[in-house]
């Protein structure tokens, strides 16, 4: 018969877990779940001890994203975005994160590189036009090659109303 790669362990925090012991070698298995069980809490206490830790990481991360998009906004004289209230620090964000990474690609990556003249004309002037928050957030995942084409184009959509059949 062989041996379990999962063993129920109960863990100091008093809980019971399977957990899979697979990777540790067979003859092992019973003395690594018994220090599993004296030295460590189960996944559920775990996650439950670092959540707090985690969402404050994830606040700090989010605060320090913004005040550099906000820089750039401030650098570039790009106007606010205008949107929901959940809109508006994501869109800032994405708008920095598409701006910027565009920016590094076509003055400085490119085997064909603009100047930062150029960069200002081509795609930043039309950029500032653009301030519907939803717009930035469905262009999220843009590459930085296709930012010029899709700023260009930005305007021309907005203007198109596209009748249906739907009252609403």
Not at 8 to 33: E, F, N, W
Not at 37 to 49: A, M, P, S, V, Y
């Amino acid at each position: 018969m062989a041996i379990a790669t999962t063993v129920s362990i109960k863990y100091k925090c008093g809980h019971t877990q399977a957990t899979d012991l697979s990777k540790v070698p067979a003859g092992r298995r019973k003395a690594h779940a018994y220090g599993l069980g004296l030295n460590r809490i189960c996944g559920r206490c775990f996650t439950k001890e670092n959540a707090a830790g985690r969402e404050t990481w994830l606040a700090e991360r989010n605060a320090q994203a913004l005040a550099e998009a906000e820089s750039f906004e401030a650098d570039h004289q790009l106007p606010p975005v205008e949107g929901s209230e959940k809109q508006i620090p994501w869109a800032t964000r994405v708008r920095y994160e598409l701006l910027s990474t565009a920016l590094q690609a076509l003055t400085v990556d490119a085997d064909e590189t603009l100047s930062a003249e150029d960069f200002e004309e081509r795609i930043l002037v039309l950029a500032r036009a653009i301030t519907r928050a939803r717009w930035w957030i469905d262009n999220a995942d843009a590459d930085a090659e296709d930012v010029e084409e899709l700023v260009s184009t930005a305007l021309e959509d907005a203007d198109d109303h596209v009748e249906t059949e739907n009252p609403f």
